[in-house]
Every structure is written in structure tokens, then in C-alpha cells.
């Protein structure tokens, strides 16, 4: 999913700190040094992962758009200037208006707050901010985002220093209001610059959890991955809520074309990976051991996941897939240029009459097994007409229309002088 750094570039984030073999440096080259470590993990094992830079003090400055191409953040770390003082209401502003120019309000984010533990002084400050309830200048209060949002803050501090014991229930405070669950990521003691690289491997490792599963169809059946991670979904009523989490087991029910499918209303879309017998994807491994029998087999096993992105391309049809109880989803093949193509899932909101053209999914099935004249199109006609489809409403348009040219008419006759009195006063 699409994650933003935020990082602190405050003059707090210069000051010096000595580690106990004499070495010393600052905050944020430290928070350099894990980010290169945080984007050293995901270039093996999230590659496809699209991750933004923004700077801040007491304005933001958006350093790198969403990109793949990790090279470009690290070099952009290089260039950040030092800054004046904290403000984490300018920086969430900033992350909300990338987010949603880039990918709307409904795909979940991940946005990783780096700082030293400091909550800016002033006015500005975040605890002056939460007492208040107030906005910096005339932006709002950008929590709760305007999407879902995952927030993680990094401190590069130890968790017994005053600053961060100070800080901290205002951290845990961000997150709550965020809505969904983060985390607070600290060191017990800063002694090295190694256990910060481990602190941004572990929260790396934390938050990228691949999905692994099973893509079925009758006997045939391939291990995939979806790229990025489907999340659990919470469908709330008037009066209850209910969440549901996509089941490991992804069963093709059934094809369809894809004309006919449309383009119905989605919650996300993930990209699906074969996955090697050895439970390794190709994003994770660019080697081969020639001395490991199952290896050199697995480039001669036929994968049912490229026989059915073939079929579904060829064909332009979309498989019907049930993700879990009466919930359902498409995979289709998916081309953003002439020569590339990947296999995709949209998972679509659950429920089985979620697309009114299709009916109730529960009871597709295929023409053969109805008689001709039974046989029915799509997109199927609704039980009920709407008001706009009625010959009413055609009767009362036209009566409108003649009302209209009516009072029209009329409309010279009745204009009252500016003296205030009538025609034949």
C-alpha cells in the first residue's frame, strides 16, 4: 500500500548525540540512516510498494512523489535542509493533500512519522494544538484523515529520555485519532547506529506482511501472493458493524465477460504473484541454486496461474471468485501498456447483489442449464421501474413545458408600473 515519510527536519534533529564507543552524530542523520535501511528491505522483498518524502518544520515540503524507484528518496535525503521548529499539524496536512491528489480517499495509506520526540514549542505545538482543538492559521486539523491511514511513529531517542516520556501519550493520542491501528516505535537506549537500522528492519517487516493463498478452480490450484495486502474490511449498518477478512482459499466460481462485468463499485485491487513451491515469490529472489532439485523443477512445473492469465487475456473474460462468505471479487487481466499485462483481483464490497445489472451473484450460472426461452442478458432489466422510465413523468414534462409557454404568454400583461399602480388603475 502506499506509504509516506514524514520527516522531521527541525533544528531540534541536528542536536549531537555520542554513543558509547565515542562515535558521535546527529538525530537526523541517524533518521537517514534507518530510512536507507527501511528502503534497502522493501527494494527485496516489497519492491512494488509506492513510497512519498515529505520534509517539514513549520511548513511541509513535498521531496519525492510516489515512486518505486527507491534511489531517488535516498538521494533526496541527501539535499534536506535544517529547518526552524516543529509543527505535525502543517505535516499532516501536507500528507493529506498528497494522498488525496494521488490516490483518492479510499485507499488505505501507511504514513511514518519521523521525529526525535519533540512536539514543537509555542503556539504551534501539538499539545497546544490537542488542548485547543484549534487549526494552524486556517487549515483544519487534518485527523482523522480524509482516508484510511495507518500511522507509525519513529522516534530517534531512547525510551527513557524526557523529551519522548513527555511525548508519547500525545503519539498514542495521533494514532487513536487516526482511526485505525499504528504503532509507536522507540528504542529502549540508543547506543549505536546498528540498532537503529534494526528498529526500521522491524517496523518494515511489521507493516509490509505478505499475503499468501490458494487460487482455485475445480482440481487445479496455484499458490499465489497479492501484492499489496488485502486489509480487513468493516461494513457498518445503522445499528451494527461487521468486519470481514479475505480468506486464504480463493475460489473461482465461475467466467463471465468482461463487458458484461462493467465497472462496478470496488474496495481495492491487488496484483496476484505465482509463488514457488519454496514459498518464495519472484520479487524476493533472483537466484537460482543449481544444486537444489526443486528449484530447477519449478521452471518446468506447469503454474495455473499463467495458463488462466492467458485464457482470461485471450478470451476478454473476468473469473467470478468467492473470497469469503457471500463475499465475492474478479480476476481479470489487467494491461497498462500494449506489451505488459499482470493478473488482477478487485475485490468488491461483500454481499452477492452489490452489482444490480448481474443480480445476485449467488445465483449465476452458465445458459446451459436453463432452456432457451429461460435464458436470460445481461444487464438485467430491474423488477421495478424508476419514476424517470414511467410514462408519467413524460406526461408531466409535457405539461410543464405548456405551463411554462403559458405564463410566458401571460407574463407582459400583468407588469405592475413603477408608479405601484395596476394597468387600468
Not at 536507507?36 to 522493501?42: E, I, K, V
Not at 509463488?275 to 512445473?301: F, H, P, V
Amino acid at each position: 500500500m502506499p506509504t509516506v515519510i514524514l520527516l522531521d527536519a527541525s533544528l531540534s534533529m541536528t542536536r549531537p548525540i555520542q554513543f558509547i564507543d565515542g562515535i558521535e552524530t546527529t538525530r537526523k542523520q541517524l533518521a537517514i540512516t534507518g530510512i536507507n535501511a527501511f528502503l534497502d528491505h522493501l527494494s527485496v522483498h516489497s519492491k512494488l510498494e509506492f513510497i512519498a518524502l515529505i520534509a517539514f518544520s513549520s511548513l511541509y515540503e513535498e521531496r519525492c512523489s510516489f515512486t518505486r524507484d527507491y534511489n531517488v528518496i535516498k538521494s533526496e535525503l541527501k539535499n534536506i535542509d535544517d529547518y526552524d521548529k516543529t509543527c505535525l499539524e502543517t505535516a499532516f496536512h501536507g500528507v493529506n493533500q498528497m494522498i488525496l491528489g494521488e490516490w483518492g480517499n479510499n485507499t488505505v495509506c501507511q504514513i511514518i512519522l519521523i521525529t526525535d520526540g519533540s512536539t514543537g514549542i509555542g503556539s504551534m505545538s501539538l499539545k497546544e494544538t490537542l488542548t485547543l482543538d484549534k487549526a494552524v492559521g486556517s487549515m483544519p486539523f487534518s485527523l482523522p484523515f480524509s482516508f484510511p491511514a495507518k500511522l507509525h511513529v519513529v522516534c530517534i531517542a531512547g525510551a527513557n529520555e524526557p523529551s519522548f516520556i513527555k511525548s508519547r501519550p500525545l503519539y498514542q493520542r495521533l494514532i487513536d485519532m487516526s482511526g485505525y491501528d499504528g504503532s509507536i516505535q522507540v528504542l529502549e537506549q540508543l547506543q549505536s547506529e546498528a540498532d537503529i537500522i534494526t528498529l526500521f528492519q522491524k517496523l518494515a517487516e511489521e507493516i509490509y506482511i505478505s499475503f499468501k493463498g490458494v487460487l482455485k478452480c475445480g482440481s487445479l490450484d496455484s499458490k499465489i501472493i497479492l501484492s499489496p495486502a488485502p486489509v480487513a474490511y468493516t461494513k457498518i449498518t445503522d445499528f451494527n458493524s461487521q468486519t470481514y477478512n479475505v480468506s486464504t482459499l480463493i475460489d473461482i466460481c465461475g467466467f463471465i465477460s468482461v463487458a458484461d462485468v462493467g465497472s462496478p463499485m470496488a474496495i481495492s485491487r491487488h496484483l496476484i504473484l505465482p509463488a514457488t513451491a519454496s514459498g518464495k515469490n519472484d520479487l524476493t529472489s533472483t537466484t537460482i541454486d543449481l544444486t537444489d532439485e526443486n528449484s530447477i523443477d519449478e521452471g518446468n512445473t506447469p503454474s495455473f496461474c499463467v495458463l488462466l492469465h492467458g485464457a482470461l487475456k485471450v478470451e476478454n473474460m473476468a473469473a467470478l471468485v468467492a473470497i469469503g462468505e457471500n463475499w465475492f471479487g474478479f480476476v481479470y487481466s489487467w494491461a497498462d501498456s500494449k506489451k505488459k499485462s499482470n493478473l488482477m483481483l478487485t475485490i468488491l464490497p461483500p454481499g452477492s447483489d452489490i452489482i444490480p445489472w448481474l443480480g445476485d451473484l449467488n445465483e449465476l450460472a452458465t445458459t446451459d442449464m436453463f432452456p432457451a426461452e429461460q435464458a436470460g442478458t445481461f444487464p438485467l432489466r430491474p423488477s421495478e421501474k424508476r419514476s424517470y422510465s414511467q410514462n408519467g413523468f413524460n406526461d408531466m414534462e409535457k405539461n410543464f413545458n405548456r405551463f411554462n409557454a403559458h405564463v410566458t404568454e401571460q407574463l407582459p400583461h400583468v407588469i405592475v408600473p413603477p408608479s405601484g399602480k395596476g394597468k387600468n388603475a
